[in-house]
């Protein structure tokens, strides 16, 4: 027997079924409705980017690449190494310019800057020899940038380009495996071998930035990869701390600590002097 049982009897039978808190219910059921529905839809990537023209400088053709819009994504932090981190995109994956035509690659910031000289090697050396694998999101996965970073590579070499621009495509390759690492983990997809393998790509991506970066302060004026000095030796030091290179990362840190740099520069080098410290302690030495 319900609560209302008995209404008959006082002439509301109709109500002898009712749900003392059916009302309460439904209101809230209409009241998570719509906030369900007043909630912003989570953009996903191909809301960051779009198809921007470029007129390859090797072959003189026309062809579309994608980049991410300035200002649309919201940049949250960065790593020691400065890797941006950004809202619902990761940058890195579309900083490389690709012609499907002659397949010279590069960095977007060095893309058009050629000699004659250059362009000769790239068409000798690249244009009838590489083969792109066909892609089709309407977004760069993280198979399809590795590849466009692989190729700049190759052709940064071939081209002869100075220490910095290689190893500028070394440190963000270096990001862009551990943001695929990072994609996989986050999808529970990362297997033991995979992962190690990635780390270890990673790593060998960032002691050859941080050779090159080396070499390139010898001879190279600034700014280095749009960076002053200051910046430059943060970041030197930075992945000296990353490859194990703790003497040379203490002496940048050292130097810049002495130096007129920001304060922010310098901030972040007394942070990169407490890692040393405690790095030291940890191995011991």
Known sequence: MGIFSGLKNLGLGDLEGSDLFAEEEKAEQAAATAAAA????????????FDRSFTCPVCDSTFTSRVMKTGKAKLVSMDLDLRPRYVGIDATKYDVE???HCKYAALTRYFTAMTPGQVHLIK?????????QPHTEDYYTYEEAIERYKIALVCAMVKKAKNSEKAYICLKSAWLLRGYREELESKRQLLPQQR?????QEMEYLQNAFKGFVEAQK???YPMCGMDEYT??????????????????SQYVSRLLAS????????????L?????DKRKELGN
Do not use: H, W
Request: negative net charge; proline residues 4%; charged residues 35%.
């Open 273 to 277: 002097k407490e890692m040393i410290v």
């Open 98 to 100: 690709l012609c499907p």
């Open 260 to 271: 007129m740099a920001n304060n922010r520069v310098k901030d972040k080098a007394r942070d």
């Open 196 to 200: 190690e393998e990635l780390t270890q």
């Open 124 to 132: 000798e050396q690249i244009s009838n020899k590489v083969k792109l």
């Open 232 to 249: 430059m030796d943060y970041l030197t030091a930075a992945l000296a701390y990353e490859v194990g290179e703790l003497d040379m990362a």
């Open 38 to 49: 007043a909630e912003p839809v989570q953009p996903e990537e191909k809301d960051f980017i």
């Open 219 to 221: 001879s190279e004026r």
